[in-house]
């Protein structure tokens, strides 16, 4: 959080509001390498590009080294963030037979959560692996998503750029992912829609057109499963398709692309009306102007290294209009993205949008290497430089991000307090995760395991979904709650239950007229019916 301007403070201030400004570190980074390469240029102009291509070409190792160490360490972490938790909890329902999608309105249960289906395909998936027992294996995917996402940009930007060239472009989407550790490392579904979306774009300029085709159908289908507002990107690996292999290779995979999006609807449990539902009711919430605010410089710090491509370009005398639809594509995928700023949503909205980008760079870059001008790969470098820089400045915040994620002593012995209640209350109904007074509280992390060990999950606690507040509370909650025989809930030691402002009022006094404490054992209060006979 920003500190206040007061007298005492103002240069505190003043440093971190600068900070979170990414536009505001590429011009500087810009005018340093600018300043190096004037002062390196005194004896001899080529000697100064020399220059700054190694140091450039040297800082990029070092960001990409940083940032496989970070992702690497991350394997320890334990998840801290609300939607984590909902979605692993939501990816266990989803293989128990559970619906993925309630209704909006849905008078059973408020588990549902506005991501694609194919994220909790993904996380179902690693549940499977063993996930639920060992919680390095859920961030093991994330760490395999970030490591195939760096090779996947290397192995795509080698298509169009030598190595050299290539290694320091790849500082810019590092520099991206840096500014937002908790998505880039989280379980989420951002660091995979980077992914596919580099997949995509690679596969599009596969020689022969079935494969690359099929392959980009595929790709994109997959980018639209995992989050619907990632559905722009696939428009730039259309573009190089019909540069290509002309109309019809748009049409086929455009069909390619829907069908793939639309297959986890064929599961039973994966509502594609109440997926639609969900989508409608969230556009219809309107417009953030906070996040306007907060997106807009985001977009333009995303824009500046194809303005300053751009400029050079017509420095040099060459023309723009050969790269002009990629360039508006760019565009039209930030405007977009900026339009649909509402509650929950932030700059990690754009990063489908960042392997456009880094591709327009490269295929300006090979356009100006065809002139027979050395200088006219410097913009590439002061890129280079001006985003080391940058990612320099996150690096100790995504480092301590993993720091005050890792998982400690308490959170083992809240897994094992849960183990230890499944068997104990292994005759009675249901044991279910209640809530405290504490948002966020670790022990109600793990909700995940009660899910995918066969227990009922009607109620979700993520204060993050802002939707929330516009929706009735599932109805059918109280009544059983009204009438229960012998339910179990774990709550967090001597906390209120369900005293989040996610749950209404009748909802706490229904729990605390019809349930009592059991026992506790240091991490949670059981709660049971009142109806229900004592162990």
């Known amino acids: 959080m920003l500190l206040p301007p007061t007298s005492n403070n103002r240069v505190l201030f003043l440093a971190h509001y600068i900070r979170e400004i990414p536009l505001a570190w590429f011009f500087a980074g810009c005018l340093i390498a600018r300043l190096g390469i004037f002062l390196s240029s005194a004896t001899s102009p080529r000697y100064g590009s020399a220059v700054l291509r190694r140091f450039a070409f040297a800082a990029s190792l070092l960001i990409l080294f940083a940032y496989l160490a970070i992702v690497l360490s991350s394997l320890g972490c334990f998840t801290i963030q609300q939607d984590e938790s909902n979605i692993l909890s939501i990816s266990a329902a989803g293989l128990r037979g559970l619906p993925v999608y309630n209704p909006p309105a849905s008078p059973d249960s408020s588990y549902s959560l506005m991501y694609g289906p194919v994220t909790f395909l993904i996380y179902s998936v690693v549940l499977i692996a063993g996930g639920v027992d060992h919680f390095w294996i859920v961030r093991g995917a994330v760490v395999i998503a970030n490591f195939g996402l760096c090779a996947a940009f290397y192995v795509l930007l080698r298509r169009f750029v030598p190595a050299f060239t290539a290694i320091a472009l790849l500082v810019f989407p590092l520099s991206v992912l840096l500014q937002f550790p908790q998505n880039s490392l989280g379980v989420r579904a951002d660091i995979w829609i980077v992914l596919f979306a580099t997949l995509a774009i690679l596969c599009s300029s596969l020689a022969a057109e079935l494969p690359a085709v099929i392959l980009t159908g595929i790709m994109g289908g997959v980018m639209i499963g995992l989050k619907i507002s990632a559905g722009p990107a696939i428009l730039f690996p259309l573009l190089l398709l019909y540069r290509r292999f002309g ?57 500046s290294p194809c303005v300053l491509m751009e400029l050079f370009v017509r420095r040099f005398g060459m023309s723009f209009r050969r790269r002009l639809p990629e360039f508006l594509l760019i565009v039209l995928c930030l405007v977009l993205a900026v339009l649909t700023s509402k509650y929950g949503s932030g700059p990690w909205y754009f990063w489908h949008v960042v392997p456009s980008i880094v591709v327009y760079l490269a295929l300006v870059s090979r356009d100006m290497s065809e002139v027979s001008a050395n200088d006219l790969l410097i913009p590439i470098y002061y890129i280079a430089v001006a985003c080391t820089l940058f990612a320099c400045v996150d690096i100790p915040r995504a480092c301590q991000n993993v720091k005050i994620s890792l998982m400690t002593h308490d959170v083992a012995l809240a897994r094992q307090s ?33 899910v995918y060990k066969g227990q009922p999950y009607t109620l979700e606690g993520n204060t993050g979904r802002f939707e929330t507040v516009h929706l009735p509370f599932p109805i059918n909650v109280l009544n059983q709650m009204k009438h229960c025989k012998d339910d179990v809930w774990l709550v967090p030691l001597s906390q209120k239950p369900f005293d989040l402002w996610v749950f209404p009022d009748v909802l706490r006094r229904t729990f605390i007229q019809n349930y009592r404490v059991d026992r506790n054992d240091g991490i949670y209060d059981v709660w049971v019916c009142n109806h229900a006979v004592a162990h």
Do not use: C, K
């Not at 390619?256 to 997926?275: G, R």
């Open 247 to 303: 109309f019809r290779a748009i049409i086929t995979t455009s069909l390619v692309t829907i069908a793939t999006a639309l297959a986890p609807f064929a599961l039973t449990n994966i509502s594609l009306h109440n997926y639609v539902s969900w989508v409608l009711f969230t556009r219809s919430e309107g417009l953030s102007p906070a996040e306007l605010r907060r997106n807009i410089p985001f977009a333009l710090f995303l824009i």
């Open 418 to 450: 849960i183990d230890r209640y499944l068997a104990f209350y292994r005759e009675r109904s249901s044991i279910q995760m209640g809530y405290g007074s504490v948002d966020g509280d670790y022990r109600t992390s793990p909700r995940y395991v009660l």
